[in-house]
DNA sequence: AATGATTTGTCTAGTGTTTGTCAAGCCTTT
DNA sequence: AAAGGCTTGACAAACACTAGACAAATCATT
């Protein structure tokens, strides 16, 4: 089952979406005549092409976009940061951040395949040894793209914990100290992120008696790497709470995470009140291992819901398609 | 040290990615026009140039300008440190730290911000404004030592937002969304410790029925400032789990933060259950606003209560000494 | 203490480069 | 038919470069 779903999520990255130069520009925050400069002057990316000639971005294309945008936002100019890689883009808007010299450690290390970083860190989790774990995670963040870092690392790194807490092989100890360091990973990639001025808003969380949050930071990093602005709320909060955040920001989307009991009358009940009280042109999305168990609920509210990431993301797109087009 | 980082960073990248002038400037803190000028007076640097001859600064470059600039601002004239190799520049400020004008710098930047910085996080935390909260943490934290970080900031931002929580000037979601990006930032803090091998080991946790975990983290920092080897276990945690963590590294203090009920019946029993499984050789600690509910028991069991982070320091340079000497 | 010389950050003028923006003309999608 | 994507070519604003100027501050000498 594990082997399963590691398996899947590579599958996933073949037959990626891909995104055509509106939406890039909405997520990247670019003009789309300054994308199709950058590629015509310094071959920045080079996007695929339908068969009608027009552009269509991967991810990766999205993601060094983005990053190179930050750096021209930083000052530097387009004609000398064009010809840098990705891992570079990092590294020179981290100097920036932390001082030069911050990341001279991480580079040495191996090209070590996602497997390998999986193990690593489950070692480390082991060994209740969170730096260990912290750096493997940063320096995979360096060494891939985002999609594939939560679909290939972050994800079946989480269910492997969960499965060996389950069997007894680590602790509950174990299980907390990994989802601290991981938490705060997440948090920290949600805060890398600075959406354009224009972003629509997504509101993520937990509902009350939901006390695993991993699935609502997951679903954060990859509203955010799409270009989405995330308000991050946390765990276990009422619904009241987020219908009112949800209105006093003007946010498009509430996405909810939903892992354990998969029959909580309260919670039912909590889906309906939130529906009440949301203005209809809210989107709710709503995802996690146990949603399952409230398809009818979510049905009867309008609410969609996704089984992974890869429909996130599209589910995301078209929202934000409609709300432009 | 550095010098090593300097020399290969230079070597092993032939063709390393060089800052344009504008960067320098922001990077420095000089303006554009001084850099030139230095250059054209005393040849600080020398960049290299583009065919179109814009200045291209190395790292090496901009740490020299950054220390140049340093000891501008401590008061030595230009003309004089300029031709100064960085090595000499690197002692020349390392006297100066120790000197006279170590406190005055300290105390300039304290003063005009502290207020000020919790205000500014009070405002983003009613804005959820994550990302400005985090960043304001982040300044601060290179601005200040970390007992003042956590004295000054840290602390009081969390009383603060208890009040505001309590008194309804701001919502639950505001309080969520702080604790998750406070707790992000702690946990970093923390994990950029780098403990020497012979570190003793401290336990921070909360036992389960405690939710609030930032005590524990505070208490976390806290010990990694003073030099142990941190095992960060979050909260909730039952204390069969902690004990076990305890004797399987060897821990030599175990410390609690327990924060809302004072009267948990509970917790008073896994007080002295935990008693009867730990060691007698380790300390336990414990701190956290209703941990004088709890006294009684703490006193039967020989643990210690802190009141506050001052108390916890002294507490572990207390049990460091007794190890050591 | 006054005077003159030096130091140093800031700025202007004139020139060349970089880069975001756009128009024209054509094609595709809806 | 309207909207939007494609390419090519053009343009103006922003920016970096040099050389030289200027004024405030600092230092040295009478």
Chains 1, 2 share one sequence.
Not at 115 to 124: F, P
Not at 267 to 295: E, P, Q, T, W
Request: proline residues 4%.
């Amino acid at each position: 089952m594990l082997l399963d779903k590691l398996l899947n999520s590579d599958k996933v990255m073949e037959e990626m979406y891909k995104y055509p130069i509106k939406v890039v520009s909405q997520m990247t925050g670019l003009s789309v005549f300054v994308i199709r400069a950058w590629e015509r002057r310094y071959n920045v990316v080079t996007p695929s092409r339908t068969e009608t000639n027009r552009r269509l971005y991967s991810q990766v294309d999205i993601e060094k976009l983005r990053l190179l945008n930050e750096a021209v936002q930083k000052g530097h100019n387009i004609s000398g940061v064009a010809k840098l890689s990705i891992e570079d883009l990092h590294s020179v808007l981290d100097n920036e951040k932390t001082g030069p010299f911050a990341s001279e450690d991480l580079s040495l290390d191996n090209f070590s395949d996602v497997t390998t970083l999986v193990n690593k860190s489950i070692e480390a989790i082991k060994a209740y040894d969170a730096k260990t774990l912290d750096t493997v995670l940063l320096k995979a963040s360096s060494k891939m793209s985002q999609p594939q870092l939560i679909e290939n690392l972050i994800i079946p790194l989480v269910y492997k914990v969960g499965d060996f807490w389950h069997d007894g092989t680590i602790r509950v100890a174990n299980e907390h100290l990994a989802s601290a360091v991981i938490r705060s990973f997440l948090v920290n990639l949600i805060e890398q992120h600075t959406p354009s001025e224009n972003a629509p808003i997504i509101i993520s969380a937990t509902p009350r008696g939901q006390d695993h949050e991993l699935g609502a930071l997951i679903a954060g990093v990859t509203a955010a790497a799409v270009g989405w602005k995330v308000i991050y709320l946390g765990p276990n909060l009422p619904v009241e709470e987020i219908a009112a955040v949800t209105e006093n920001l003007e946010a498009k989307v509430v996405a909810l995470s939903i892992v354990y009991p998969n029959d909580d009358p309260q919670l039912r009940k909590d889906f309906l009140n939130l529906n009440k009280m949301l203005s209809k042109s809210i989107s709710l999305i709503v995802g996690g291992r146990a949603a399952d168990g409230y398809l009818d609920v979510l049905d009867e509210i309008g609410a969609v819901l996704v089984k992974n990431t890869k429909q996130l993301r599209a589910e995301l797109e078209a929202l934000r398609g409609n709300k432009y087009n």
